[in-house]
T-cell receptor, first 112, second 116 residues
Framework: GNSVTQMEGPVTLSEEAFLTINCTYT??????LFWYVQYPGEGLQLLLK?????DKGSNKGFEATYRKETTSFHLEKGSVQVSDSAVYFC???????????FGKGTRLHILP | GAGVSQSPSNKVTEKGKDVELRCDPI?????LYWYRQRLGQGLEFLIY????????KSGLPSDRFSAERTGESVSTLTIQRTQQEDSAVYLC??????????????FGSGTQLSVL
């Protein structure tokens, strides 16, 4: 079946550190891939997406590249800020299905 | 409205009682989704509406769970005879047309349900 696996949290980093949150997927077909973010006290919101292999999604300094050969969509940021503290969800969607499948989420703490 | 609105934001109930959770999607959005998030777990798909019909109910965990949508707007998720394992955050999301894997979902802030 279709699924998403992302690294366990929480992840704790100091401000200005480099961030990687790993995400791998299993899918029949060619999914679109997403990262959603949930800031404290707020609803989930789309951070970035990629719809085909080798596409790179980017937003707010975050990037993720759709790697079909490794079935991965790792989230990266070169220099994190305290305001990036949130829960990050990797997700996939297939055109023939009507739902987006989410990973378990990774909680990120950034220390000043 | 400006965003997806869910009510109540918190609900505490006793085991065996019925509860109703409400979702107001963004005006004009035809697709509406319900997800459940248990503590420490990912988002679990429950049901999807396209307009007022539900083409995918595959995620409803038992026959105690039901959902409806009227007027292509408000949706209610009903849980009958609640059990402690139903305790979770119930999230609602809407999107403009649905059925497209690359379409953006807009989420509400969720209803935290606690069954004592």
């Amino acid at each position: 079946g279709n699924s998403v696996t992302q690294m366990e949290g929480p992840v704790t980093l100091s401000e200005e550190a480099f961030l990687t949150i790993n995400c791998t997927y299993t899918a029949t077909g060619y999914p679109s891939l997403f990262w959603y973010v949930q800031y404290p006290g707020e609803g989930l919101q789309l951070l970035l997406k990629a719809t085909k292999a080798d596409d790179k999604g980017s937003n707010k300094g975050f990037e993720a590249t759709y790697r079909k050969e490794t079935t991965s969509f790792h989230l990266e940021k070169g220099s994190v800020q305290v305001s990036d503290s949130a829960v990050y969800f990797c997700a996939l969607g297939l055109n023939r299905d009507d739902k987006i499948i989410f990973g378990k989420g990774t909680r990120l703490h950034i220390l000043p | 409205g400006a965003g997806v609105s869910q009510s109540p934001s918190n609900k505490v109930t006793e085991k065996g009682k019925d509860v109703e959770l409400r979702c107001d999607p963004i005006s004009g959005h035809t697709a509406l989704y319900w997800y459940r998030q248990r503590l420490g777990q990912g988002l679990e798909f429950l049901i999807y509406f396209q307009g007022n019909s539900a083409p995918d109910k595959s995620g409803l965990p038992s026959d105690r769970f039901s959902a409806e949508r009227t007027g292509e707007s408000v949706s209610t998720l009903t849980i009958q005879r609640t059990q402690q394992e139903d305790s979770a955050v119930y999230l609602c999301a809407s999107s403009l047309t649905g059925g497209l894997a690359n379409e953006k979902l807009f989420f509400g802030s969720g209803t935290q349900l606690s069954v004592l």
